[in-house]
Each structure stands twice: as structure tokens, then as C-alpha cells.
């Protein structure tokens, strides 16, 4: 499941109704990201969170699908947040459930590290020397390369309903 929304989320109720319902899962990952008050050295006000409507979704759900293709998942969610947002908000949501652990884990890691190398969101910081906008890391980059690319025949999302709904 993908959702971009300006809305806060709350954790453990994202949790809850990812899991509801699904015995099968031995295992839940998570990762929240959220806004750092200095980045560059710099103190971050700050920062605006822009992306392109249909094709973020369209991407966000392409790497979810590969998750998907690449481990035993029973469930997943991505939630990316738009909008300003200041030190200590929450950005982003990652949650894989699986009946093992180490699919769990693995495949929240891969999440996040594809979406901040893949998912086609701008982000401006604001700062005491004013706003710029956030150039892509390196070390982003590199995290991302070590689960490989996307193949040409990726699978695209599916209008399959999630295995934990079946």
C-alpha cells in the first residue's frame, strides 16, 4: 500500500491495520525517517517536500512491487509526507510484515534505500542563509547499489489486492 499525503501519520496504528486480521505474520519492520534540524552544517528551519502527482504513486508503487517480487511479504506500506515540515516531523513511513524476520528486515532497508535514490520527490531546506534545495548523496546512492537494479522486466504494480487482504 502507497500513500503520499501532507497528513501526520500515527505508527502504531498504521501497524495495527497493516496487521489486523493476518496470523501468518511472525515478523514487522519499520523505519520512520524524520527532518534533521541541521544538515551541511548548516541549521535546518525547515524543509518543503515536493513531488510530481501520479508519477510519485506510479514509482512508489513499482518499488514496492519489486519488494514484493524479492521477499516473502504478507504486507507492506509506504507513506511519504508533501508539505512543510519542520525538525523532528515525520517524513516518511516504511512497514514490511512477513512471516520471518529476516525477510522483514531486509526488505524495509531495501524500501527506503530505493526511495531515496528512485522516488521522484524535491526537497528545499530552509536555513539561517536562506532556502536551497537538497542534492542527491552519494552515500544514498551507494546504500541503494547494494540490492542491485531494477531489471528491465521489473514487475509493475498489480491491482492484486495485498496478501494480507486475501
Known sequence: MIRVQREDFDLGKEVAALTAG????GGVATFVGLVRDI?????????????????????????????QARWPLEASLVIHRTGRLEPGDQIVLVVTASAHRQAA????????????????????EETGAGAQW??????DDQA??????????APEPSDKKPKAAE
Open 144 to 153: 541503494a547499489a547494494r540490492w542491485g537494479k531494477v531489471e528491465a522486466n
Open 134 to 139: 537538497v542534492e542527491a548523496r552519494a552515500s
Open 39 to 67: 544538515a551541511g552544517g548548516e541549521t535546518v528551519e525547515a524543509m518543503t517536500l515536493e513531488h510530481y502527482p501520479g508519477m510519485t504513486e506510479k514509482m512508489l508503487a513499482r518499488i514496492e512491487a519489486e519488494a
Open 22 to 25: 493476518n496470523p501468518k505474520i
Open 105 to 124: 528486515l531486509e526488505s524495509c532497508a531495501f524500501l527506503i534505500d530505493w526511495l531515496k535514490t528512485q522516488a521522484p520527490f524535491w526537497k528545499q
